[in-house]
Structures are given as structure tokens and as C-alpha cells.
């Protein structure tokens, strides 16, 4: 459409809101058809034997078409970006997703490769997600996804290329696209263009790249439209799109307004779908200015000047700087305090914690809010007594799954799953202090360790608050405990447990002779480390000081060597 010669044909002024909607105009679009069923789709996992929509042939799975449909259920709570390259990371078998879509909960997209297929039925309950669920992904014989059986032709590429420029309107660098399935001029060669099909919608985003990048303005009301899925690029493709109109289409959720949220739209129009059903228009307002914070104008409306930073440059979020303590003898206090309570949280037997907690201490336990069946999570064990307000409504329970006096706290620990807690992932950030109390935060990550044989795989995280008062000389007591329990995210997994880092030991500390002595009163010196860490330090490099020096430095480097090592 950079043709200049094709101007004249742009005479055609863009409204896009003019053209009136047509009421229960036209058949309505075969939604199988248009979502390519018949093939598969039913419960469970596996391969599913029979003819299928034309797919199967009773052979144990195997497709007539060669075609396969990948189901993922409650697929939609998933991000694409993470979805797609977690199941890839585990697919034994390289393969391309095609018509990735999102139909209700579920996710669905197909495979050309019965070999992708069989691999793909492996990889299901093999990912676990940040609630804790393993995400099952099913796979069954399918016909050709509907795209294959309507792709344009080349030939109507160009006719849709005029069509298109006869729909343009330079002066406003604005492309109006209502309802054109009933363009005359397509109708009349016999060209059906959908643009609720995957490829119809790439081959128009395709035109407008190559001819009109430029674009301020495009009209795509009254398409039948049911996901954003298909507009992901026009972010890329038209970066100076202002104006949008999506109205008189079938989306039904605003979800499907974060596919298009890179766009830096000032006008959106959205009435006659599904998902404008809000209980206000202020909800309405928030939900679709949540994804584009610089609309002025919203159906035609105008709207308050939005509040924010008009920041152009992108911007880099800091670091996280780790634990805070206010003051070092705090620091001291605390650490001390965290290497004593979990060397005996991590061993065979809590019950000396008895010691840490007040009399009247209370405990309380939580875990995420889920929708999910929690006995499938892999934080089932903590699901039973979390104390989570969104999910128990009950007083009368939640006063219940309350731990009143040391002992039923100390007891209902004991009933908890045995733990490995990596300490170098402990980060502190002191709440309050004062004479008379002491209250900090400690979060990190944790496992739990095998127990009768039984191995637990996943790495977990959590967040505890412990309010403590003065005891003795230089220790703390426990008054209120409250510990939140979730699964890890895939960075804390990642760098969990992966410190070589010497742990302090239980077991008796065997004698040592008199050079080895004197080694670890020279590296204990120069390392600043405690005896004890520096004597695992030296004994786990065979008592090779160089050896241990250079692997403390690089660990130290590397901030892999928790504060616990250090006091003395």
C-alpha cells in the first residue's frame, strides 16, 4: 500500500465507528469448524484409539491426517512464554506449536509429528507450577487445524491487498476493516476473509507491515473476534497505533486485553462484547486502564487525564539488597538466634524448639489462595491447616487452625514434613525494635527431605514472621509465629541449594592433630570465618589451604556463604 499510484484509490474516508450493527446478520460461524474439533479433546490423558472426526483410525493412537491436538487443562491461569518453553524443556522431541489458542480453561494446540506427539504425552504430571500442580497435558489424533483448510490463496492476497487500500485513509493514516467478510468486492471473486482465523489475521498484520507500518488508526469491529491471541503483533507491526476498535465482536474476557497491552493506545473502543459486563463503569474504567494507562477514550467517552510518569526510556528495576538488620548487634542476635532454631527445625526431632517459644506463643500457617483441588498440589501436607482468610470464612475454624502455647506449637511443627532449609538463601528484614521486643522477617527456600524411603523433589519457599521478647542474657523467645508456605519460582529453584557452602554438623567433632590445628586457626584468621565452618571449609578440600582458600574466595564472591559463617 506504499504505492504511490494507489492513493487515489484511498478515497474511501475512515469512520470507524459509522457503520451500524447489524443484528443477527449472517450465519453464524461453525465454531468447531472455526476451532478445528473433531479431533479429540475428551477426558484424560493419552491417545485415543476410533475414528475421531476423521482422525482416527482405531490403531492405538495413530492419526489419518497426521495431525495431533495437544490439550493442556486449566491451560488458560498459564503464560504462553512460560508454558510453551517449560513443556519444550522436557519434550525429548524438538517441535512448533501451531494455532496455539485458549478455548475456556483449557489451552490447545496441535502437532504434525507423531513422534512430537508420543513425547509430548510423556511430558504430562512432569512440570509442576508455582501453586504446586503438575500440569497434565493430553494428546489426542485431530483433523487438520481449521487454518489448513482455509488459507488464502496467493491470488488472494492481492485482492485482499486492494481491498485494504481501498479501505485506507491516508490523510488519517487509518484502516477501517468492519465486518469485511461481506466486503463486496471480496465476495464477488468468492474470497471469504475470517479474521477470527489465525492466518486471515496474520496475512492482514503481514499487509499492514509491508505497506502502512505507519498506522494511527484500525477498525476490526464486527469480525466475529473471540482472543487477542492473532493481534500479539501488531505491537511490533503498527508501533504508532493510537486508535483501536474492537467493538461488535465475541471477546469475553478482559484477560484478552493483556495480548495487546504493548500497544500505547489513547482510544479504544469495546462496547458489544461480552467482557464490557462489569458491575460499574468505574470497574469497567480500571480493568481496561489497568492495560493501557494513556487511553483518553474509552467507546467514545472521554476519560480523566490518566495520573502517572511519562517515562520514555526504559527503566531497570535495582537489585534486591538483601537483609537489613537496622544495627550489627541486631545482626548478631538474630543470625544466631535463625542457626540455632533450624539446625534443630532441620533435624530428626523439634522438640527441643520447646525452649524457643513463651508459653502463651501462637503459631499460625498459610499457603497461597487456590481455586484447584489442593490434594494434588504438592503442598497437600500444608494445605490441610492452612489459615488462609481468603479461603476459611469460618470464625470458628480459623480460631481453630490458630496454635495456641508452646506445646500444641511445638507439636504441630513436629507433625509437619522433615526439612533441608538452605541458609544461604535466607534474607532477614528487622520490622520492629525496640527494649521490649523484636519482631523480623525471615524468607528462603527449603525441601523436604526423604522419609521412609520416600523422596520429595520439589523445592518450596517460604516467608516467616517471628515476634520475639528478651530471654537471658543474649537470646530471643518466641511469642507469635506465623510461616507462609509456596512453591518456589523458577529463579529461587535454580540457585537453591547449588552453594557447596560447608553446613554446620551435629555430629561429635573428631580430634584433630597438631598442624591441622594449627591450619584452622591460620584460615579461620584470615577467612573471618567461625572455627567450625572454616574446619568443614578445610576438611571438605582434603586440608589443602591453598585448595580451600581459592574455593572460599570464589564463594564469597559470589555472596554463597550465608552470615552464619562469620560469627563468632
Known sequence: ???????????????????????????????????????????????????????GNGGGGRSRSGWFKVTIPHGRKYDKKWLLPALQSICTVPYSPVQYHVEHNRVHFYVDDSSVATALHKCSHKITDTDGYKVEVHVNPSAPPSFRITELMPEHLEH?????????????????????????????????V?????????????????????????????????????????????????????????????????????????????NRNPLCDFKDQASYISAVRQRFPRLLKLDGHDLPPPIGFDVETPTVIPPCKGSCFGSDE????????????????????????????????????TTP????????????????????????????????LLKHTRLNVVAFLNE??????????????????????????????????????????????????FVTVPAGNSGLCIVNDQLFIRMATTEEIRRAFVAPAPTPSSSPVPTLTAPQQEMLTA??????????????????????????????TQLKTDGKIPDVAFLK
Not at 481501498?166 to 471473486?189: C, E, H
Request: aromatic share 8%; hydrophobic share 30%.
Open 416 to 465: 509437619l514434613p522433615k526439612t533441608q532449609h538452605d541458609i544461604a538463601s535466607f534474607n532477614v528484614d528487622v520490622n520492629t525494635f525496640t527494649n521490649t521486643l523484636l519482631s523480623f522477617t525471615v524468607s528462603g527456600v527449603f525441601k523436604e527431605v526423604a522419609v521412609d524411603g520416600k523422596s520429595r523433589e520439589s523445592t518450596m519457599a517460604f516467608s516467616r514472621v
Open 523 to 552: 584460615f579461620s584468621q584470615k577467612s573471618g570465618m567461625n572455627l567450625e565452618w572454616s574446619q568443614k571449609c578445610l576438611q571438605d578440600n582434603e586440608w589443602d589451604f591453598n585448595r580451600a582458600a581459592q574455593v572460599f
Open 194 to 270: 475470517i479474521l477470527n482465523r489465525k492466518t486471515n489475521m496474520e496475512a492482514v498484520i503481514k499487509l499492514i507491515e509491508e505497506n502502512i507500518p505507519e498506522l494511527t488508526g484500525l477498525n476490526l469491529s464486527n469480525n466475529r473476534i473471540y482472543q487477542l491471541d492473532d493481534l500479539t503483533d501488531l505491537v511490533s507491526k503498527a508501533p504508532n497505533l493510537k486508535t483501536l476498535n474492537l467493538s461488535h465482536n465475541e471477546l469475553k474476557s478482559d484477560r484478552e486485553l493483556d495480548k495487546i497491552k504493548g500497544l500505547k493506545l489513547v482510544e479504544l473502543w469495546l
Open 160 to 192: 485482499l491487498r486492494q481491498c485494504m487500500a481501498k479501505r485506507f485513509d491516508g490523510s488519517q493514516q487509518a484502516l477501517d476493516l468492519n465486518n469485511i467478510r461481506t466486503d463486496p468486492d471480496l465476495v464477488s471473486k468468492n474470497i471469504e
Open 1 to 55: 500500500m506504499s504505492d504511490s499510484s494507489q492513493d487515489n484509490s484511498f478515497q474511501h474516508t475512515f469512520n470507524p465507528y459509522g457503520r451500524p450493527f447489524l443484528k443477527g446478520g449472517g450465519v453464524r460461524y461453525d465454531r468447531d469448524r472455526r476451532q478445528g474439533k473433531g479431533g479429540g479433546g475428551g477426558r484424560g490423558g493419552g491417545f485415543r484409539g476410533g475414528d475421531r472426526g476423521g482422525a
Open 369 to 400: 489462595y487456590t481455586t484447584q483441588n489442593p490434594s494434588r498440589s504438592s503442598l497437600s501436607e500444608y494445605h490441610k491447616d492452612t489459615r488462609n482468610l481468603k479461603r476459611i470464612k469460618d470464625t470458628t475454624v480459623r480460631f481453630r
Open 330 to 365: 541486631i545482626k548478631v542476635l538474630i543470625l544466631r538466634f535463625l542457626a540455632q532454631y533450624y539446625s534443630i527445625y532441620d533435624s530428626g526431632n523439634r522438640q527441643p524448639l520447646l525452649d524457643a517459644y513463651h508459653d502463651g506463643a501462637s503459631l499460625s500457617l
